[in-house]
């Protein structure tokens, strides 16, 4: 059974940085694409970055380049988000998803921006 | 970017009946190679977004077949076919044809 399992989230201030995690199950994490996709409170779906299978190729909506940095570790099934300089409009549930098309996604986890 | 535009806001449904959702790209999503990259997702209450249907016609795995997807270049449309109340949620379409990925507004299906 594919599991993703995020971690990191919680209450930041703005400006300062968040590094989230993904763990990964059930399936050859090497073999896929791996990308974060954010909801903000009562709003919809938003892609912030996506990662090739072997980690040389990345992709990153406009708001976050330069600030966010998708990476995995491919011997231990993880994918992550470092997100530095954060902005109150960070605010969301930020899920991880397998593949190019979303085909399964993790619970989710909960990253507030405030002062 | 791409712009995916849904309708309706919202639908309410009556359990058995059918349910249509409609989705519009701002350029088309039909790539060289024969596949039109567009996607479906449902997000329940309280719960992450699922995928069913992808490549605009193809089932999901586990996904039932009361579900269905079709369209053109630039107009797609989810069917539901005989409603039950575990359908209730947010529907979204999504294009991964480039970069970056863009989803619709999202669909909310209520059972009457």
């Known amino acids: 059974e594919v599991q993703l399992v995020e971690s990191g989230g919680g209450l930041v201030q703005p400006g300062r940085s968040m590094k989230l995690s993904c763990a990964a199950s059930?399936?050859?994490?090497?073999?896929?694409?791996m990308a974060w996709v954010r909801q903000a409170p009562t709003k919809g779906l938003e892609w912030v970055a996506t990662?090739?299978?072997?980690?040389?190729?990345?992709y990153y909506r406009d708001s976050v380049k330069g600030r966010f940095t998708i990476s995995r570790d491919n011997a231990k099934s993880t994918l992550y988000l470092q997100m530095n300089s954060l902005r109150s409009e960070d605010t969301a549930t930020y899920y991880c998803t397998r593949g190019h098309y979303f085909d399964y996604w993790g619970q989710g986890v909960m990253v507030t921006v405030s002062s | 970017d791409i712009v995916m535009t849904q309708a309706p806001l919202s639908v309410s449904v009556t359990p058995g009946e059918s349910a249509s959702i409609s989705c519009r790209s701002s350029?088309?999503?039909?790539?060289?190679?024969?596949?039109?990259?567009v996607y479906w997702y449902l997000q329940k209450p309280g719960k992450s977004p699922q995928l069913l249907i992808y490549?605009?016609?193809n089932l999901a795995s586990g996904v039932p077949d009361r579900f269905s997807g079709s369209g053109s270049e630039t107009d797609f449309t989810l069917k539901i076919s005989r409603v039950e109340a575990e359908d209730v949620g947010i529907y979204y379409c999504?294009?991964?044809?480039?970069?970056?990925?863009?989803f619709g507004s999202g669909t909310k299906l209520e059972i009457k």
């Open positions: 990662i090739s299978y072997d980690g040389s190729s990345t």
């Open positions: 490549r605009m016609s």
């Open positions: 059930g399936f050859t994490f090497s073999n896929y694409g």
């Open positions: 350029k088309s999503l039909l790539h060289s190679n024969g596949i039109t990259y």
């Open positions: 999504g294009q991964l044809l480039e970069n970056p990925p863009t």
